[in-house]
Every structure is written in C-alpha cells, then in structure tokens.
C-alpha cells in the first residue's frame, strides 16, 4: 500500500508537470502568432510607404524635365552568392522570428563582410534601420519599381542618392529578424512585390 501511495504521489507529480508544460506551450504559441502578426504589419507598412515614395519620386523627376526610367528588368545580382536560401511567397517561419508570407528572397552563402551592390540604377528613398529588417535599403528605379535589400550589418548610401549598377549598398549581416547572415532581397514592379528569381536566374536551389 504504501509503495502504491508513492507510486500515485509521483505519477501527480508527473502529471501537474506535463500540465504545465502544456500550458507553457500554448502561452508561446499565442505570442509567436502576435509575433509574425507585428512583423506582417510593419513590413506591409513599410512596402505602402515604398510605393508612395517612389510615386512622388517619379511625379518631382517628372516636373524638373528628368527622365524616369521605368523599364522592367535589367536586374544584376546583388551579392556574388546565388544560393536561394529561401524562395518568394508562403512558407515556414524560419525559428520562428520570420514572416510565414515571404515577400521576396533569401540569398545565403554570404558573411558579415559581403558587399550588397544595386541590381539596378536608381535613386535611394529608403536607407534606415527596423525591427523587422534590421539595416535595409531601397532604390527606386522608376515608378511602382525599386528593390529592398535587407539585413545588412550596415548602410553605405543615404536617402536622396542617385546609384548606379553595381554599386556599393552596404554589407551583409543579420539584423532585424534574422536567423544568421543572408540578404533578404525584394523587388516590386507596378507597386507590386513580385518573384525576383523572374529575373535573378541560374539560382542555386538550397530550401
């Protein structure tokens, strides 16, 4: 009897563990949905604010005589990589600090000493730092068309600079809601996100 008192003594035990352990588990889930629903939030905010930035852009150029160049296409690389760590649209949050709506791509196979260059010609709207990006840049490059580079260690333009191709953005790095190096990169045509391996080919495939 009295083993059996014991026995059901440490099986409560156990069981008001297990209990808690649920429970823990749920309590985290609830602020990992709320933490993907903040990282959402802020990068659509941050992609309406492009688009309204890069408009007014196009409508000054446009007043002062300036050719836009709206042309679609024509982008380089911007890091020498081509591994695509992650692809454009839904997915998995990466350890669960990441969007579930990827909004454009990640290329890995770089450090904390790579250098980001523009993949396209274009005025600097954007060069600042966010929970959600860390280190980011934005070019436009015509009307409804620029491209984000995120993540960076750090920033080597400012707002209001004219870039040509190739050159130099930043360095790589992981800031902002990052598992580890890489740069998260974006291209939006006509206001719109859009897949950049559209026009990045001959991408390493490493999701």
């Known amino acids: ?21 649920v429970n823990e588990i749920e309590s985290n889930e609830a602020e990992y949905q709320e933490t993907l629903k903040s990282i959402s939030a802020e990068e659509d905010a941050i992609e309406a604010r492009i688009v309204k930035l890069s408009k007014q852009l196009a409508a000054q150029q446009a007043a002062a005589g300036k050719p836009s160049s709206a042309a679609l296409g024509g982008y380089i690389w911007p890091v020498p990589s081509r591994k ?16 579930t709506n990827h909004k454009g791509v ?9 250098t980001v260059v523009a993949a396209k010609a274009g005025t600097v709207i954007v060069s600042e730092y966010s929970s959600s990006y860390g280190n980011y840049v934005v070019i436009a490059h015509g009307s409804g068309n620029t491209t984000l580079y995120a993540h960076m260690s750090s920033r080597s333009v400012s707002e209001g600079q004219t870039v040509k191709q190739g050159q ?11 598992t580890g190096p890489h740069l998260h990169f974006e291209v ?11 026009y990045l080919t001959n991408y390493v495939k490493a999701w």
């Open 1 to 21: 009897k009295a083993d059996l008192v014991s026995k059901k003594s440490e099986l409560d035990s156990r069981r008001t563990e297990a209990n808690q352990l």
């Open 168 to 178: 130099a953005l930043g360095v790589t790095g992981s800031t902002g809601h990052s």
């Open 84 to 99: 695509i760590s992650s692809p454009f649209g839904k997915r998995t949050s990466p350890g669960g600090i990441g969007s």
């Open 106 to 114: 990640d290329i890995s196979g770089v450090g904390y000493t790579t």
């Open 188 to 198: 939006t045509e006509g206001g719109v996100r859009i897949n950049p391996l559209t």
